[in-house]
């Protein structure tokens, strides 16, 4: 019976110990996306909808996006690299000429030079 015990005591500490390093892999940040609309939201959010990618929120007032991803799935650039290929522009990559082409006129956004950090 003691023995069941200390089995089910590791057995718990492991468990929650496994927990607590999952989560630390967790970060959150926010970034400048441009876009126009309720459309744009919907792109922009879907666009980052993979693997890693635990939240995704992208205000249409601020232009700001917020992720809660885990860094050993993915990183913030790879993240900011999906939305550019959606076609929109953010603090890190120019978005995709193509894919901005594509985009319906409502979502086209005034394109500004850009600038790398």
Known sequence: MRFLAV???VFIFGLFACNSTASSADKTETFKVWGNCEK?????E??????GVKEQDWNVESKLMTVKFDTTKITLSGIQQ???KA???NDGFYGDDYAYAKL?????YDR??????
Do not use: H, R, W
């Open 7 to 9: 089995i089910f005591s």
């Open 40 to 44: 744009c939201k919907v792109t922009i």
């Open 46 to 51: 879907n666009s980052v909808k993979v693997d």
């Open 82 to 84: 999906l939305i550019a």
């Open 87 to 89: 076609g929109y522009d």
């Open 104 to 108: 319906d006129g409502c979502c086209q």
């Open 112 to 117: 500004k030079p850009f600038e790398m950090k």
